[in-house]
């Protein structure tokens, strides 16, 4: 069962739609618990940490190879444990011991709420090896067009890929390629978007996941 924490934002979103606090966000360090606080207090319904493997095999919060002083995932998880509906984006940067994540999120009561991104056509088949039972996103970049062919095509692909749906820079995404992954069952999830016009941007074409650095920012923006 893939996590979701319910909540209407505004008329034009879906009921599903989720705020994430990128890494972080309102100025904390990144891959940091600070930052995962941080998300808890400014709104966030899901935090979003990087996820590496350090000399050990270990998962660890960062985004390049580790260097020994990093966070580990048991302790992202600890922390998170304490928050009753916080979902969990985990940005896989390398799979190699990814099978060690379901056990420790399984430890926490976690597995519910975690999904992968980051997650591109060369990663797929050692997701669906390593944690079956985890849904991700497949990360795309989104050309500029709104052709009904192009997205089509794009929407194959990451039907095709087993993802839950596609996240992508918020840039190129248009109403009618949300439209139609919507009419197709696939999410889609855009980042990270932290100027207000781009906030206001992103809202009008619905998207199912906004992610940015400031949550605080975004839902003032919603609530107007």
């Not at 934002?9 to 989720?18: E, S, Y």
């Not at 139609?180 to 781009?198: A, M, P």
Request: charged residues 25%; aromatic residues 8%.
């Amino acid at each position: 069962m893939f996590f979701f924490k319910k909540r209407k934002a505004a008329r034009i979103l879906p009921d599903n739609f989720t705020v994430t606090a990128h890494t972080g966000c309102m100025g904390t360090p990144e891959n940091s618990l600070a930052s995962i606080t941080s998300a808890t207090e400014y709104g966030a319904d899901t935090v979003e940490f990087d996820l590496h493997f350090n000399k050990n095999g270990e998962p660890v919060l960062s985004h390049d190879k580790p260097t020994g002083n990093e966070y580990s995932l048991n302790d992202a998880f600890a922390k998170i444990s304490r928050c009753d509906s916080l979902g969990i984006n985990i940005d896989v940067k390398n799979t190699e011991h990814l099978e060690k994540v379901v056990p420790l999120a399984d430890k926490f009561g976690l597995l519910e709420r975690i999904f992968f991104t980051g997650i591109t056509d060369n990663d797929v088949e050692a997701v669906r090896q390593k944690c079956p039972d985890v849904p991700y996103y497949l990360n795309c970049e989104v050309e500029k067009s709104s052709d009904g062919v192009y997205i089509t095509a794009l929407v194959n692909k990451v039907r095709d890929s087993g993802a839950i749906g596609i996240n992508c820079r918020h840039k190129n995404v248009t109403k009618n390629l949300v439209d139609e992954f919507r009419r197709n069952g696939l999410l889609v999830s855009v980042w990270t978007v932290n100027r207000s016009n781009d906030m206001r941007n992103a809202i009008a074409f619905a998207p199912d996941n906004i992610t940015t650095r400031d949550p605080e920012k975004l839902r003032k923006i919603l609530s107007e």
